[in-house]
């Protein structure tokens, strides 16, 4: 089985903090996906990684920035928490299909409190 | 970008009731997505077609192409099926595999 696993489920932090979440997967994905995830909006993508070192931004970058420095995992950094960013974030990863379907493997998500 | 539209928002059933999700979407695709998300957050992927029809225990998704709609259909519903149903499609012209979700539809089926 595919496991996706995130460095905390719940976690709370105060604004201007740095924050890291981290994420890992353990099926060899090329792509990996930060997500957040709010009421009355859904999920939306905050930046996604397709190989090592490489990156992409999402719908919604502002704040944020990642890492993937291995393959296995990604990173994703808020510089200066703000309250703003009080949200569900969840990881996620595939393998690449560059002709579709692009079936995704999430992991648990960690709620973030930024007070 | 795709636009991927969700109805109902929120569904209340009674145990044993057959519950229909619908999902639309405003553009051409390659597949799509049914997820599901229990209380607590983790999501699986309980689907993925690209025409027809797919069966999975009382789950059935059915996707019709030319209409750009797909629904979700739950047999025999149970109150562990409570959970919030995902649609999800690739963005127009996307690639290296992200997808856009719908906003999600809350199910609660009482005993």
């Known amino acids: 089985d595919v496991k996706v696993t995130q460095s905390s489920r719940y976690l709370v932090k105060r604004t201007g903090e740095k924050v890291f979440l981290e994420c890992v997967q353990d099926m060899d994905h090329e792509n990996m996906f930060w997500y957040r995830q709010d009421p009355g909006l859904g999920l939306r993508l905050i930046y996604f990684s397709y190989d090592v070192k490489m990156k992409e931004k999402g719908d919604i970058p502002e704040g944020y920035s990642v890492s993937r420095e291995k393959k296995e995992r990604f990173s994703l950094i808020l510089e200066s928490a703000s309250t703003n960013q009080t949200s569900m974030y969840l990881c996620a990863s595939s393998f690449p299909q560059p002709e579709g379907p692009y079936e995704q493997y999430f992991g648990p998500g960690t709620r973030l409190t930024v007070t | ?111």
């Not at chain 2, 569904?11 to 229990?38: D, K, M, P, R």
């Not at chain 2, 983790?42 to 192409?65: D, E, P, Q």
């Open chain 2, 1 to 111: 970008k795709n636009e991927v539209e969700q109805s109902p928002q929120n569904l209340t059933a009674q145990e044993g009731e057959f519950i229909t999700i619908n999902c639309s979407y405003s553009v051409g695709i390659s597949a799509l997505h049914w997820l599901q998300q229990h209380p607590g957050g983790g999501i699986v992927s309980l689907f993925m077609l690209s025409s027809g029809k797919k069966k999975h225990g009382r789950l059935i998704a059915t996707i019709n192409i030319q209409e750009k709609h797909s629904s979700l259909h739950i047999t025999a519903s149970h109150p562990r099926d409570s959970a919030v149903y995902i649609c999800a499609v690739p963005p127009l012209g996307g690639s290296q595999g992200n997808l856009i979700f719908g906003k999600g539809t809350k199910l609660s089926v009482k005993p």
